[in-house]
């Protein structure tokens, strides 16, 4: 067969392309999106794409359009960090121009590390102190203010190719949308992402974010194949060359325009024979130059062939025109690029050894003069082509550059990847020390800090394992060092046994050297001996002398840490006012430009939640965000902050805003740490239950069971995730009579079982709100007349006492008195209640505790025989509850309103005459079992917008879920909601 014209028309993927050009006018309007296209080499993943932005230029915006494309290129191990970011960007910058570009990058801080990847912003970094800032961050803030007024459409291509860098920055990007008029696609070979491939951590993480659409590309039917061979060969296919077309092509678009393009004749064998159908039809001299733009990549500028070129320019010149002639290669900017990853890859396996050796080196020698001139960025690839050249002194030298290159830019993963290159030929080239400018230990210390910083604390725990196995020769020091690395991951859960060994060991160091040196270490290693001590009495001595050595080290990264550890032992001592002097001080030694000041903001918020003080810990935290976030560092430790933010808006009743916090937290510590997996999705499900929705909290709750269980050893999140599970098991009592009664009730004592746990006296202030939550469920038993074992009652009355009586702690032990007379069935209910009511009644305090303080106290007032009162104050409950993020206390409060016959049965009167006109339509669609994006379709609302109306419509309902709600309205509802 042989070809006549090229394809004009897009051949099927009529549902795929209303998609993406859907998401195209969505991110006009101010809805970003994300679209991510998978199939396999050659289905055609490109073409949609062209076809998109062809269009989009085309068509008008309300809004300024701005088109950006980045290509990911395989050069293996060794990746430039943020490669196809480079080109996208550089097209932002010629779309929009210098002044705006520089504009929404914002200050000194996003722009000196944007300009180590962007030379032609015209920087002179020489003139600005060094950056603190991530690359990354730079990149999203940049991303973010500039889509506030531009339409942008990124599009980066091959993500199975990207470099850890990117594939980070892209699940940020897309996860946490925090642009505006965004419209981001993302493509990648199916059959490239296999088991343990890098880009399915970040597959996962998208497949969990709603504004992730995933678009399959498919294979053509023979029908459609049928109709691409139509186009080419300007005729219909015969009956027989269509089948031969359907039986070797198997439905691959590029695979039919090769199989087409073929000389009359017998196939190839094979389908890379059929794409090297043109290569084979090329010169001699026209096959050199393909081979030699093979070796160079993908993509390759002019000045790099020339430069390498054997022969004289004119050669060059007739082979280039030669290639693009024959469709292998096309004009691509100042370069070229293959049409095809398929073309590239056949190609290239057709340079013998070596040629490719050669073609390395001096495309080596070609980049390495370029960075001589001052070109920068181009590092990674001097070392990946002096790897292929099989040079192991300058693939060496090279990659401790890039390895400086992309310390500069704070893309620690890659940093990570080349220091492990170093040491694959640290015993293949001569004096490695000298060259590398540090010892095998410290760089596998420096590795082990790299993947600690870019969150994979389990690989820096395996770096750290390898190396003091195979650094025989390493100093008492440098072992300390390598042990601290891996203690830093022992606060996480799943983790904290492996890092109590390297504590136990670094505590052996540190005691039996007199090098002055070592005495950051010996710091380090009582600080944390403080805070892993069973009684903290028993930790502060310890914590105190830390701080003694710490404060002769003229080092902020030893006493900044020791400060913070030293706040964790007076916090579990319940010395609060002490825990703010600490945490006070350790933010003035370490700034916002570090991983550790941003720490000691967030444990600082932590304290203030523990406090009570909830309003001043949604300040401090909202400002510490802005602090990370203006010094370019919210990726590196604003997760933290986030959590904690979040933790303090739920108190408040804040609960979108908590779910921000919380989700922004999960995306920014990338799914590494189980325990802060755990916190983020721990606060969300709490804002959630609490707000009413019961089904959310049950859904987390489901999916992160197999977590909670591995963590049976930290007290803290297991007692938080209990109380979830007894505050659900309170409102399904509250909702239910008889043995359905019973049975929740039975549910929260289980989960009520770690009050006999003998650590938690010791816990007592972190665990303070599953005390509360389990003192309203004994409570609530003893009254329905459920058995209780003595033994959590003990347990309850236990911690209680080790609560202080200052003003903060005031409200907390006002209704833990109340409950703990309540389980002892003392009289004077009303006024125990009263004074916890006005105890919890105070601004900024936790909104649940103080409404279910009124509550007690109307349920008190009503076994009283205070009707009147207990009824207009449970329906105040009721109507409060939905709007201050309480929405389960506000079912109670209609249950209860049920149960005495004060809610009435008419749905003109009852609780539907609360609902809005747009939940009432809201409650309709639940009613015929929509989802909530498939509510928002309908009534042409965004998704949160119409979760948000359900939490509502089940909380004045005081339905427990969706399904309660449904047969609310199928018994009683239909009126209502016409």
């Not at 006549?4 to 993406?20: N, S, Y």
């Not at 570090?594 to 967030?602: F, N, P, V, Y």
């Not at 200052?806 to 209704?815: E, G, H, I, M, V």
Request: glycine share 8%.
């Amino acid at each position: 067969m042989s070809a006549i014209a090229p394809a004009t028309r897009m051949v099927g993927r009529r549902k795929q392309w209303e998609t993406l050009r859907a998401a195209v006018l969505d991110g006009a309007a101010g809805s970003p999106r994300v679209l991510v296209l998978r199939g396999e080499a050659g289905i055609g993943k490109s073409r949609l794409v062209a076809e998109m932005l062809a269009e989009a230029r085309a068509s008008e915006s309300p809004v300024p359009r701005a088109i950006a494309t980045g290509h990911c290129v395989d050069m293996g191990p060794i990746g430039a960090p943020f490669m196809p970011f480079r080109r996208a960007l550089l097209e932002l910058l010629d779309a929009v121009g210098l002044d705006a570009f520089r504009a929404a990058a914002g200050g000194p801080a996003t722009l000196v590390p944007l300009a180590a990847l962007i030379p032609e912003l015209g920087i002179d970094r020489s003139e600005h102190a060094p950056a603190t800032a991530e690359v990354a961050e730079a990149i999203e803030v940049l991303v973010e203010n500039l889509t506030a007024g531009v339409h942008v459409i990124m599009v980066l291509e091959d993500l199975h190719w990207a470099d850890p860098a990117s594939l980070a920055l892209v699940a940020t990007l897309a996860v946490a949308l925090r642009a505006t008029h965004l419209t981001l696609v993302l493509t990648y070979r199916s059959d490239d992402v296999g088991r343990g491939h890098p880009l399915r951590a970040v597959l996962t993480e998208l497949g969990r974010n709603r504004a992730v659409t995933t678009i399959e590309i498919a294979r053509l039917s023979a029908e459609e194949i049928d109709d691409q061979a139509h186009q080419i060969m300007g005729r219909p296919p015969t009956a027989r060359e269509l089948a031969a077309l359907v039986e070797r092509t198997d439905g691959v678009p590029f695979f039919v325009e090769e199989v087409l393009d073929l000389p009359p004749g017998p196939l190839p064998d094979s389908l890379r024979d059929v794409v090297l159908a043109r290569y084979d039809r090329l010169t001699t001299a026209a096959r050199s130059v393909a081979k030699l733009a093979a070796v160079a990549g993908v993509r390759v500028d002019d000045e790099t062939l020339a430069h390498v070129w054997h022969g004289d320019r004119d050669g060059l010149v007739d082979g280039l025109q030669a290639c693009i002639g024959a469709n292998l290669l096309l004009v691509d900017g100042s370069g070229y690029a293959f049409r095809h990853a398929l073309v590239h890859e056949a190609v290239y396996q057709e340079v013998l050894p070596s040629e490719r050796a050669r073609h390395h080196a001096a495309i080596a020698e070609a980049l390495e003069a370029r960075a001589a001139r001052g070109e920068r960025g181009l590092s990674a690839g001097i070392a990946a082509h002096w790897f292929g050249a099989r040079d192991p002194v300058r693939a060496f030298d090279a990659a401790v550059a890039a390895l400086d290159e992309a310390r500069d830019a704070h893309a620690f993963e890659a940093c990570a990847q080349l220091g492990e290159r170093l040491l694959e030929l640290w015993n293949v080239v001569s004096e490695p020390a000298g060259r590398a400018g540090r010892s095998r230990p410290a760089i596998a210390a420096d590795i082990a800090g790299d993947y600690l910083a870019a969150g994979r604390k389990r690989t820096a725990v395996t770096v750290v394992d390898d190396a003091l196995a195979t650094c025989t020769d390493a100093t008492p020091l440098e072992l300390a060092a390598l042990h601290r690395v891996a203690t830093n991951v022992s606060c996480d859960a799943d983790l904290c046994a492996c890092g109590s060994d390297h504590l136990a060991e670094l505590e052996r160091l540190a005691a039996t050297s007199s090098d002055p040196a070592m005495a950051p270490m010996r710091a380090t290693a009582l600080a944390l001996r403080a805070t892993a001590r069973e009684r903290a009495e028993d930790g502060l001595p310890l914590a105190d002398r830390a701080l003694a050595i710490a404060e002769t080290v003229d080092d902020p990264k030893t006493l900044g840490p020791v400060l913070r550890l030293r706040g964790i032992v007076l916090q579990a001592l319940g010395r609060n006012d002490e825990v703010l002097e600490s945490l006070d001080r350790a933010c003035a030694v370490e700034g916002p430009d570090s991983e550790g000041g941003l720490i000691a903001r967030s444990n600082r918020v932590d304290q203030l939640v523990a406090m009570g003080r909830y309003q001043e810990a949604v300040e401090a935290g909202l400002r510490g965000i802005d602090e990370a976030i203006a010094a370019g560092r919210e990726r590196s430790g604003g997760g933290y902050i986030h959590a904690n933010t979040a933790d303090a808006l739920a108190a408040l009743g804040r609960v979108d805003e908590a779910i921000y916090h919380a989700r922004r937290a999960s995306v920014l510590w990338r799914g590494e740490s189980r325990r802060w997996l755990s916190v983020a999705q721990r606060v969300e499900a709490g804002a959630r239950l609490w707000d009413g929705d019961q089904d959310g909290y049950l859904t987390i709750a489901a999916e992160m069971r197999p977590v909670v269980a591995e963590m049976a050893h930290d007290i803290e999140e297991s007692a938080d995730w209990a109380r979830l599970a007894i505050d659900a098991a309170v409102s399904r009592a509250h909702a239910t009579a008889g043995a359905d009664r019973r049975r929740a009730l039975q549910q929260g004592l289980d989960a009520a079982a770690l009050l006999t746990d003998q650590r938690l006296p010791d816990h007592a202030v972190i665990a303070r709100e599953f005390l509360v939550s389990g003192a309203r469920l004994l409570a609530l038993a003893r009254a329905r007349g459920v058995d209780i074992d003595p033994a959590l009652e003990r347990g309850l009355r236990r911690c209680v006492e080790c609560y202080t009586d200052d003003r903060w702690s005031r409200p907390l032990r006002a209704t833990m008195t109340a409950f703990l007379a309540d389980i002892a069935g003392d009289p004077g209910r009303v006024e125990r209640w009263t004074a916890a009511r006005d105890a919890a009644d105070v601004e900024g305090g936790r909104v649940a505790l103080a409404l279910g303080a009124r509550y007690e106290l109307a349920c008190a007032r009503l076994d009283a025989g205070a009707r009147a009162e207990a009824v207009t104050e449970l329906a105040e409950i009721a109507a409060e509850g939905a709007k201050r993020g309480t929405g389960l206390v506000a079912g109670w409060a209609r249950h209860a309103l049920a149960r005495i016959g004060a809610g009435s049965t008419n749905a003109a009167d009852g609780p539907a005459s609360v609902l809005t006109a747009r939940e009432r339509q809201v409650l309709e669609l639940i009613a015929e079992g929509l989802t909530n994006p498939q509510i928002g379709e309908r009534l042409y609302i965004s998704p949160k917008t119409a979760s948000v109306h359900v939490s509502s419509i089940l909380a004045k309902l005081g339905a427990s879920n969706r399904a309660e709600a449904a047969a609310w309205f199928a018994t009683a509802g239909t009126d209502a909601a016409g």
